[in-house]
């Protein structure tokens, strides 16, 4: 060792150490073989496992058969035919007469005359609702 003017004496560096020996290559080889082999059997598992939950049913029966199940769902050609449709029945039942029930004596009526009738009998009371059942 030598000294420094401190007076304390300097230490040398060690020369640099390797290891004395590589990865083998047989273990490399062994690490990477595991590994396919691995990924081999996960993906024969999970083909495994979707095949055994997948039922093997027939396809379900509709009012149209089982072949419109297999075509997917009906869909409307022309949705403001159909909208219009709707609302004149709507319209129809809400401003036309008509049964309700014909046995209990229910009908509609439109709701003009509804709140004709209410404002000029007014709102019935607890015990007239009672009496008219």
Request: proline share 9%.
């Amino acid at each position: 060792m030598t000294a420094s003017l401190t007076g304390k004496p300097r230490r040398r560096k060690a020369p640099p150490q390797f290891e004395p020996s590589d990865v083998s290559p047989r273990l490399v080889l062994l690490v990477t073989l595991g590994l396919f082999l691995g990924m081999g059997l996960s993906v024969l598992l999970a083909f495994g496992v979707l095949r055994w939950i997948t039922p093997n049913a027939a396809p379900p029966q509709t009012k149209f058969g089982s072949r419109q199940a297999e075509l997917g769902p009906r869909l409307e050609v022309s949705p403001s035919v159909n909208r219009e449709l709707l609302q004149r029945q709507a319209e129809q039942r809400l401003q036309g007469y008509g049964w309700i029930d014909r046995q209990a004596g229910t009908v509609h009526i439109p709701i003009d005359r509804a709140m004709a009738i209410l404002a000029a009998r007014g709102w019935p009371d607890q015990d007239e609702r009672e009496e008219a059942r």
